[in-house]
């Protein structure tokens, strides 16, 4: 998702103009959290980011489309796209008068399960349009476009879920995991992690990858990025060695090449662009 969005999430930054709604609690286990958000319209890119949760975001309109730059190739999404798995420099610009944005966000290995997709789907194409799922899945666009309240589109994604998804979740030594991994923020290495779950790394790595779609030591990348980014965009003194330390990076290079890694630029190109 924009990576604004993600950080009122991470930061429970919550206003009228972004707020949370939690799911019903029969659907908790598969569905983190929904989301609506004001449009930024001070920037023409956004950057976008996904910190080990898939999401569905969907724009205001059938008819309202983003271009999406930083994938193979270039491409136009129409209505809404699905986005998972380590992103790397990928921008979208909207190409509408799109004011608001509604998003589901989910738990990763009930996600995949729901949409009856291999884990790694999102490995080599971390953004694609919605509709390309949902018309293989019963969902329908055309009719979830017709809602027009966000309680109605709740309701929706809520009955879609309870008629298409069989309650198989994540197993509980790997929740035990990725719940460790947030307490700490990615301030780890992947040996801590095994040692505190109590398991070998042959177990985790497949669990990850059957799960997740994703490596150990890439989740743990994701967590320890978007809490130094979130560092790093909300101070005015950039001190990049005190924030790749606090965050777990060996030094301030470790960081400035994640930081090249997952939005194109350095650190301070990135905010001087932002501001």
Same mark, same amino acid.
């Given at each position: 998702? !924009?990576?604004?969005?993600?950080?009122?999430?991470?930061?429970?930054?919550?206003?009228?103009?972004?707020? %949370?709604? $939690? !799911? $019903?609690?029969?659907?908790?286990?598969?569905?983190?959290?929904?989301?609506?958000? /004001? %449009?930024? $319209?001070? #920037? *023409?890119? #956004?950057?976008?980011?996904?910190?080990?949760?898939?999401?569905?975001?969907? @724009?205001?309109? #059938?008819?309202?489309?983003?271009?999406?730059?930083?994938?193979?190739?270039?491409?136009?999404?129409?209505?809404?796209?699905?986005?998972?798995?380590?992103?790397? &420099?990928?921008?979208?610009?909207?190409?509408?008068?799109?004011?608001?944005?509604?998003?589901?966000?989910? =738990?990763? /290995?009930?996600?995949?399960?729901?949409?009856?997709? *291999?884990?790694?789907?999102?490995? =080599?194409?971390?953004?694609? !349009?919605?509709?390309?799922?949902?018309?293989?899945?019963?969902?329908?666009?055309?009719?979830?476009?017709?809602? &027009?309240?966000?309680?109605?589109?709740?309701?929706?994604?809520?009955?879609?879920?309870?008629? /298409?998804?069989?309650?198989?979740?994540? !197993?509980?030594? @790997?929740?035990?995991?990725?719940?460790?991994? =947030?307490?700490?923020?990615?301030?780890?290495?992947?040996?801590?992690?095994?040692? *505190?779950?109590?398991?070998?790394?042959?177990?985790?790595?497949?669990?990850?990858?059957?799960?997740?779609?994703? @490596?150990?030591?890439?989740?743990?990348?994701?967590? %320890?990025?978007? #809490?130094?980014? @979130?560092?790093?965009?909300?101070?005015?003194?950039?001190?990049?060695?005190?924030?790749?330390? /606090? &965050?777990?990076?060996?030094?301030?290079? =470790?960081?400035?090449?994640?930081?090249?890694?997952?939005?194109?630029?350095?650190?301070?190109?990135?905010?001087?662009?932002?501001?």
């Amino acid at each position: 998702m !924009p990576i604004n969005y993600l950080e009122k999430i991470q930061l429970e930054e919550f206003d009228e103009e972004g707020y %949370r709604i $939690s !799911p $019903s609690k029969d659907l908790a286990s598969v569905i983190e959290g929904f989301y609506v958000f /004001s %449009r930024d $319209s001070k #920037h *023409d890119n #956004h950057l976008i980011f996904n910190d080990g949760f898939p999401v569905l975001v969907f @724009l205001q309109s #059938h008819e309202d489309t983003i271009g999406v730059t930083g994938v193979k190739d270039a491409i136009e999404i129409k209505g809404g796209w699905a986005s998972a798995g380590s992103i790397k &420099n990928v921008y979208i610009k909207y190409n509408s008068n799109t004011a608001q944005l509604f998003i589901v966000r989910f =738990h990763p /290995s009930t996600f995949y399960q729901m949409f009856g997709l *291999d884990a790694q789907y999102f490995r =080599h194409n971390p953004i694609v !349009p919605f509709g390309d799922l949902a018309k293989n899945n019963n969902f329908s666009m055309a009719e979830f476009f017709e809602c &027009n309240a966000i309680e109605e589109k709740i309701e929706f994604i809520e009955t879609y879920v309870q008629s /298409s998804f069989t309650q198989i979740g994540t !197993p509980d030594v @790997l929740q035990k995991t990725l719940d460790y991994i =947030h307490k700490i923020k990615g301030n780890s290495t992947v040996r801590n992690v095994t040692n *505190d779950a109590g398991v070998n790394y042959k177990w985790l790595e497949r669990s990850f990858v059957k799960n997740i779609g994703l @490596l150990p030591k890439e989740y743990i990348q994701l967590q %320890r990025f978007i #809490h130094a980014y @979130l560092e790093l965009v909300g101070n005015e003194d950039v001190d990049l060695m005190r924030i790749a330390i /606090s &965050n777990g990076y060996y030094d301030s290079n =470790h960081f400035l090449k994640d930081f090249k890694t997952y939005t194109g630029k350095t650190p301070l190109s990135y905010l001087k662009l932002q501001s």
